[in-house]
């Protein structure tokens, strides 16, 4: 039987970025002459990249920004925030034990996101979770990116794992659309980044807390996790 191989997004599922991520858009909009955005308003925002981010964050505060202000407000972003990456971020409550029971049983884990590949393993490093984590797919590591299901093919590929024991994890429509892409079941969680209401985006299964992860891949793959609760 070959080894469960779970992907985990990582903004908004695995770690709480958020305040990082809007006070580096809020930096490089008032750069710009634009008002910042209110807090109220920047969690809906964020989810598929920095570049994006900002592309939202523009059209938030205004007119549109061109193709070139886009490019050279996604450098601007790279470097701000990796000088800020975790001034406020925290992984999700739960997440830490979790990773470790699964190192533990052996299941292969890897990150599957949009950020900036040497970013994301900067935060992972930063979260103390990095040595759970032996393949790091992100936005720019290929030439694609979530929700085309080569993200997730490429990542199961480096880890050696079996598509038909592998679960995708995440909190946005662009997650569980690369699940239904690559033919893999999905959990999502509840209290991450999405612009449409967790029960529309069609995942296998929602989860409102890390400690209902287990009876989750216990559900979606039983053969393997049978007996976790």
């Given amino acids: 039987m070959p080894r469960p191989t779970l992907l985990f997004d990582l903004d908004g599922t695995l770690a709480d970025t958020a305040g990082d991520l809007c006070e580096t858009m809020n930096v490089i ?10 807090a109220s308003r920047v969690r809906h925002l964020v989810g598929g990249g920095a570049r994006l981010l900002m592309e939202r964050g523009f059209k938030e505060t205004g007119p549109a920004a061109s193709e070139e202000l886009l490019d050279q407000t996604f450098e601007e972003f790279i470097a701000y925030y990796s000088e800020h990456i975790a001034d406020h971020t925290e992984l999700w ?4 034990p979790l990773l470790q029971r699964l190192e533990d049983a052996d299941v292969l884990l ?30 720019d590591t ?6 085309d299901p080569e993200h997730l093919f490429e990542a199961i590929r480096l880890l050696g794992g079996d598509r038909k024991s ?12 690369a699940a239904k892409n690559a ?30 992860f287990p009876r989750a891949i216990a559900t979606l793959l ?6 976790w609760r």
């Fill in 166 to 177: 592998t679960i995708m994890v995440g909190d946005s429509e662009t997650d569980i659309d």
């Fill in 183 to 212: 033919g893999l079941p999905s959990i999502c969680v509840s209290f991450g980044y999405t612009r449409q209401p967790v029960t529309e985006l069609g995942a296998d299964i929602i989860i409102d807390h890390f400690d209902e």
């Fill in 110 to 139: 890897a990150v599957c996101t949009n950020k900036v590949e040497r970013l994301s393993r900067q935060l992972l490093e930063h979260l103390d979770i990095a040595r759970h984590f032996p393949v790091v797919i992100g936005g």
């Fill in 93 to 96: 409550p739960g997440v830490g």
């Fill in 29 to 38: 909009l008032t750069r710009h002459n634009r008002p910042r955005v209110p």
């Fill in 222 to 227: 039983p053969d393997h996790f049978g007996g």
């Fill in 142 to 147: 290929l030439s694609v990116k979530k929700p």
